[in-house]
């Protein structure tokens, strides 16, 4: 579908030659790279917690970290501004707290909170289920031989639930490059690659530019999700 | 019991997690009933934001409603016979449709937005008529209500219980609807639910493929953040709010009881 239209074959040439387009495509992967390692880490840690402790309180607090699984981007645009937006809640308190407005989110650390915000209910999703799955006595084991928490950490948590985190990181990665809503309502200009389409195909109603551009990210998505599924087996796109 | 520091640390920032997701949902749940945001809560509070949104957006609302439906029944109309094929067919051409069937969850939704318009945006009046959102749902929510069915019937000894029925004279028909579908009713549900909220909530698509006349819900919301007051967005969030929650409810109370069997 690339390939009709006057510019033919060079619309693909275009997407992965012309600079306007690489960039915006380097600051997409560097974003969605960044969004995935902060989710990881968030998730991981709050899944493992969740999985592994008994406390009062538990069940409602997995409900309330997995309740915006499936707020759509639009919406979680907005709840970025109800944060760092120019009437936001972050802005009120800094300008209590040292007398400056933090308005952060019509910029691109607006996009990286709200697609964190995005990622982590599905990611500890997933790691709560591995953790739950990983054998107690292997910690049990470590502590008994002396390991320190960070040591048990490092030897046994991660590497048993490493499958799981590259599962969950190449889904947060693949839904960060392709999300386009959070980027829709914070607008203004944020220089990602589906806003690019999205500009290509309305306001120069370049159909043949979008057309590739979005082949070329489709394809990044889907051998990202393919890479996880090699992983992880059939259950994650499931999740996704 | 006494825990140890690290347990509360812990506790701590998994607090704060939940505070950060929980807490932008709270503010504009309570923008939208605050009569008037730049002066604050002392202003009052209000329902007439909720009002003029349910009196002047009800179109979106009830569209997105009916897709979320039509969705529905298309998924499993085509989804559960599918998943069945599947679960008996073990072949490469078994596999490679699978991944077929997977490659619209993959793709981002501006891709096959674009793909649809390429492909059908000329024929006829098509184009203006909410079936061909309709269609991009059925496309993007499809694979999600396969995968669910998939699952169960793979987890469950299937071959065995149908071939005992059909020893004892049940008919192809009887086995289906007797043995195949009441087997994978949990999967049916999860993926129901699934598909009904995703449904509700697409935007990359629809907002591709909506015509003046055929705006969904998220479309709507999003035009009302562009246009409207911030109290207007807010209450437009809590009607959607309204509508997603009790399905993400049902969707959790569902993957929990099938977790446990």
Same mark, same amino acid.
């Given at each position: 579908m690339g390939a009709s239209g006057d510019l033919g074959w060079g619309a693909y040439a275009a997407a992965v030659t012309e600079p306007r387009y690489l960039r915006s495509m380097l600051s997409t992967v560097l974003l969605s790279a960044a969004v995935t390692a902060a989710t990881l880490v968030i998730s991981g840690v709050a899944g493992v917690f969740l999985a592994r402790q008994q406390f009062p309180g538990q069940r409602l607090l997995t409900a309330l970290l997995t309740l915006? /699984?499936?707020?759509p981007g639009v919406v979680i645009g907005f709840m970025v501004i109800m944060l $760092? $937006?120019?009437?936001?809640l972050v802005p009120a308190v800094t300008e209590a707290l040292t007398g400056e407005r933090l308005v952060f989110a019509y910029s691109m650390a607006g996009l990286f909170i709200g697609y964190i915000y995005f990622s982590i209910p599905r990611t500890i999703l997933t790691v709560m289920a591995a953790a739950e799955k990983l054998d107690p006595q292997l910690l049990e084991a470590a502590r008994s031989l002396g390991a320190s928490p960070w040591q048990q950490l490092r030897d046994v948590l991660v590497p048993g639930l490493k499958p799981a985190l590259l599962a969950a990181g190449a889904i947060c990665f693949a839904t960060a490059m392709g999300a386009f809503g959070t980027a829709f309502t914070?607008?203004?200009?944020?220089?990602?690659l589906p806003m690019v389409i999205y500009t290509e195909f309305t /306001?120069?109603?370049n159909l043949a530019m979008a057309a590739a551009l979005s082949f070329v990210l489709g394809g990044v998505t889907w051998a990202a999700l393919a890479f996880a599924r090699s992983l992880a087996g059939n259950s994650v796109v499931a999740a996704a | 019991m006494r825990r140890p520091a690290l347990f509360w640390l812990l506790l701590a920032f998994t607090l704060c997690v939940a505070a950060f997701l929980v807490v932008p949902v709270g503010l504009s749940v309570l923008t939208g009933l605050t009569n008037n945001q730049f002066q604050g809560l002392s202003s009052g509070l209000t329902f007439k934001w909720v009002v003029k949104v349910w009196t002047d957006y009800q179109g979106p609302l009830w569209l997105s409603l009916g897709i979320a439906l039509a969705c529905l029944a298309c998924t499993l109309l085509l989804g559960v016979p599918a998943a069945y094929v599947l679960s008996r067919t073990q072949g490469r051409w078994a596999r490679a449709i699978e991944e077929l069937l997977m490659l619209p969850v993959a793709l981002p939704g501006l891709a096959t937005g674009l793909a649809l318009i390429l492909a059908y945006g000329a024929v006829g009046s098509f184009r203006t008529h909410w079936s061909f959102v309709l269609v991009g749902h059925v496309l993007f929510t499809l694979p999600f209500m396969v995968r669910a069915v998939l699952a169960v019937l793979l987890s469950v000894d299937m071959r065995q219980l149908e071939e005992g029925a059909r020893s004892l004279g049940a008919s192809f028909a009887q086995r289906f609807f007797g043995i195949v579908l009441p087997n994978c009713k949990p999967g049916i549900v999860a993926g129901a639910l699934m598909v009904l909220t995703l449904s509700i909530g697409e935007f990359n698509m629809s907002l591709l493929l909506h015509s003046p006349f055929t705006q969904t819900l998220p479309v709507g919301l999003a035009d009302a953040y562009a246009s409207l007051r911030i109290e207007v967005g807010s209450a437009y969030t809590i009607v959607f709010f309204l509508m997603i929650v009790p399905l993400l409810i049902a969707l959790q109370v569902a993957g929990g009881r099938s977790k446990t069997p």
């Open positions: 915006p /699984l499936a707020f $760092g $937006g120019r009437q936001g914070l607008a203004t200009k944020i220089d990602v /306001l120069q109603a | -």
